[in-house]
């Protein structure tokens, strides 16, 4: 009789191949709107061309076939140059910040490179079961894909860079908000188990649906017990409304807000407000993939495009301060009622488009403060999965008892950080857990990121 664990590898193929196939589509959706000029511009170091980003997606794959699939014969090595990131036991690779100086491969080599790919990996994963590596392997290709899905919310903010409202997004109609939030929630202290709990997730028969193979980052386990003080949060991310009084009480000429690092980048780069916020004549305004809007007129939406020291400026001007890491998970997942973490702030219940505001949504921007009722924990905290990334203070480090589980990913950049959670309009429903650790650089801001703060 074969086990739940063997039964399990046995039904996985199916569930991965549906993905596969999914997640693949999506991306070529996103750059569908793209004209073929669009694909090789690459208008700031931090940002990627379109091109290299499908093309890398599809590199990525092509070293799982080099390493497991039989006499599979690499596509080309001048590929394999363009198309690496920042993995060093690849062999040698192209800087980043020079991914926009070549005009080859074209971009129909490109496109063309990916659909070989995907023909190879449509074989290989069907015919994996067999193999006493099935499971090490799917996982590897499961991997792949959460991979590629961290690179179509790539996609949207460098195509926002390049093009912002000129780029044709399949937008929906941005949803109005059921209710007014405002105020903060007082979370009990006590122990707390942080990070993702692995017992009982990766053995036995599978769920139905997408999530069919469990998955969580590395740098999101082992959970372990930590400490915390009483402290209260903001029920809701901090608005453009507010953000505004900030910058109309002059919040970026006032030294005693920043962090020295803060106050540097004011002075250097000319920071007076977040990107893609331009100023006509005396008032702000806000350009996002749907035109130029007046700052006021969006109000009652969440602040994005603001970097760490920008929120922590805010932050303390407000007489607040960030919350740690763990103050954000325990608000955003521990029921007071069951005494025990759930999935996510509403429940156990995957997302969906009445709970939280991510990329199947299809608004292509953040939705008002409130306007998804169903998502709220059950102390009234909103929009913690979906919309903006929200900063904390964490400093992005190994979780105790931290072990790698795949060489040059997550563990090389455990210096210099700062922890993001919960999601963005721009994040795959699938991808997104509570205890989901993102992590940049606290001067960036390209990304969609904002902030709640807490005391």
Same mark, same amino acid.
């Given at each position: 009789?074969?086990?739940?664990?063997?039964?399990?590898?046995?039904?996985?193929?199916?569930?991965?191949?549906?993905?596969?196939?999914?997640?693949?589509?999506?991306?070529?959706?996103?750059?569908?709107?793209?004209?073929?000029?669009?694909?090789?511009?690459?208008?700031?170091?931090?940002?990627?061309?379109?091109?290299?980003?499908?093309?890398?997606?599809?590199?990525?794959?092509?070293?799982?076939?080099?390493?497991?699939?039989?006499?599979? !014969?690499? *596509?080309s090595?001048?590929?394999?140059?363009y198309?690496?990131s &920042? *993995?060093?036991?690849?062999?040698?690779?192209?800087?980043?910040?020079?991914?926009?100086?070549?005009?080859?491969?074209?971009?129909?080599?490109?496109?063309?490179?990916?659909?070989?790919?995907? %023909?190879? /990996?449509s074989?290989?994963?069907?015919?994996?079961?067999?193999?006493? @590596?099935?499971?090490?392997?799917?996982?590897?290709?499961?991997l792949?894909?959460?991979?590629?899905?961290?690179?179509?919310?790539?996609?949207?903010?460098?195509?926002?860079?390049?093009?912002?409202?000129?780029?044709?997004?399949?937008?929906k109609?941005?949803?109005?908000?059921?209710?007014?939030?405002?105020?903060?929630?007082?979370?009990?202290?006590?122990?707390?188990?942080?990070? *993702?709990?692995?017992?009982?997730?990766?053995?036995?028969?599978?769920?139905?649906? /997408?999530?069919? $193979?469990?998955?969580?980052?590395?740098? %999101?386990?082992?959970?372990?017990?930590?400490?915390?003080e009483?402290?209260?949060?903001?029920?809701?991310?901090?608005?453009?409304?507010? &953000?505004?009084?900030?910058?109309?009480?002059?919040?970026?000429?006032?030294?005693?807000?920043?962090?020295?690092?803060? +106050?540097?980048?004011?002075?250097?780069?000319?920071?007076?407000?977040?990107?893609? +916020?331009?100023?006509?004549?005396?008032?702000?305004?806000? !350009?996002?993939?749907?035109?130029?809007?007046?700052?006021? @007129?969006?109000?009652?939406?969440?602040?994005?495009?603001?970097?760490?020291?920008?929120?922590?400026?805010?932050?303390?001007?407000?007489?607040?301060? $960030?919350?740690t890491?763990?103050?954000w998970?325990?608000?955003?997942?521990?029921?007071?009622?069951?005494?025990?973490?759930?999935?996510?702030?509403?429940?156990?219940?995957?997302?969906?488009?009445?709970?939280?505001?991510?990329?199947?949504?299809? $608004?292509?921007?953040?939705?008002?403060?409130?306007?998804?009722?169903?998502?709220?924990?059950?102390? =009234? $905290?909103?929009?913690m999965? =979906?919309?903006?990334?929200?900063?904390?203070?964490?400093?992005?480090?190994?979780?105790?008892?931290?072990?790698?589980?795949?060489?040059?990913?997550?563990?090389?950049?455990?210096?210099?950080?700062?922890?993001?959670?919960?999601?963005?309009?721009?994040?795959?429903?699938?991808?997104? !857990?509570?205890?989901y650790?993102?992590?940049?650089?606290?001067?960036?801001? +390209? /990304?969609?990121?904002?902030?709640?703060?807490?005391?």
């Amino acid at each position: 009789m074969s086990s739940p664990i063997s039964q399990a590898i046995e039904q996985k193929p199916r569930p991965i191949a549906d993905l596969y196939k999914s997640v693949r589509a999506r991306t070529l959706e996103i750059v569908a709107p793209l004209e073929i000029e669009d694909y090789v511009i690459q208008t700031a170091e931090f940002m990627s061309p379109p091109r290299w980003h499908i093309g890398h997606t599809s590199w990525f794959f092509e070293t799982v076939l080099q390493k497991f699939q039989p006499g599979y !014969r690499t *596509y080309s090595e001048d590929f394999l140059f363009y198309f690496n990131s &920042y *993995y060093e036991g690849f062999g040698a690779r192209i800087e980043r910040p020079k991914r926009g100086t070549r005009s080859r491969p074209t971009v129909a080599e490109t496109k063309k490179y990916r659909a070989h790919i995907d %023909e190879q /990996m449509s074989r290989f994963i069907q015919d994996v079961s067999s193999r006493d @590596d099935a499971d090490a392997i799917l996982k590897i290709v499961r991997l792949g894909l959460e991979h590629e899905m961290q690179h179509q919310e790539l996609l949207v903010y460098d195509i926002k860079h390049l093009l912002c409202d000129q780029f044709d997004a399949p937008m929906k109609a941005v949803p109005r908000s059921t209710e007014s939030v405002s105020g903060m929630v007082e979370i009990e202290g006590g122990l707390f188990e942080l990070g *993702y709990d692995c017992t009982g997730k990766d053995a036995g028969e599978p769920p139905a649906g /997408m999530r069919a $193979l469990p998955f969580a980052w590395d740098n %999101e386990k082992p959970q372990h017990k930590v400490w915390l003080e009483d402290f209260s949060i903001d029920r809701a991310p901090v608005s453009n409304g507010e &953000y505004l009084e900030f910058i109309n009480h002059g919040g970026y000429k006032d030294f005693r807000w920043w962090y020295s690092a803060g +106050w540097e980048k004011v002075n250097t780069e000319h920071w007076q407000a977040p990107l893609y +916020w331009e100023q006509h004549d005396t008032e702000w305004m806000i !350009r996002d993939f749907a035109g130029l809007h007046r700052a006021s @007129d969006k109000a009652n939406e969440p602040v994005y495009h603001v970097s760490f020291l920008e929120a922590s400026a805010y932050a303390k001007w407000a007489g607040k301060r $960030l919350p740690t890491e763990a103050e954000w998970e325990k608000a955003a997942t521990f029921s007071s009622s069951l005494n025990s973490k759930q999935d996510f702030p509403w429940g156990n219940a995957e997302p969906d488009e009445s709970r939280g505001n991510l990329f199947e949504n299809g $608004l292509w921007s953040v939705a008002p403060t409130g306007a998804f009722p169903e998502g709220q924990t059950a102390r =009234g $905290l909103h929009q913690m999965i =979906g919309d903006v990334w929200e900063w904390t203070t964490s400093d992005y480090v190994p979780y105790p008892g931290f072990k790698s589980e795949f060489d040059e990913y997550n563990d090389k950049w455990f210096v210099g950080q700062k922890v993001l959670r919960g999601g963005s309009f721009a994040t795959p429903r699938i991808h997104i !857990r509570s205890t989901y650790r993102n992590f940049f650089h606290p001067e960036e801001r +390209w /990304m969609i990121a904002g902030f709640r703060c807490a005391k």
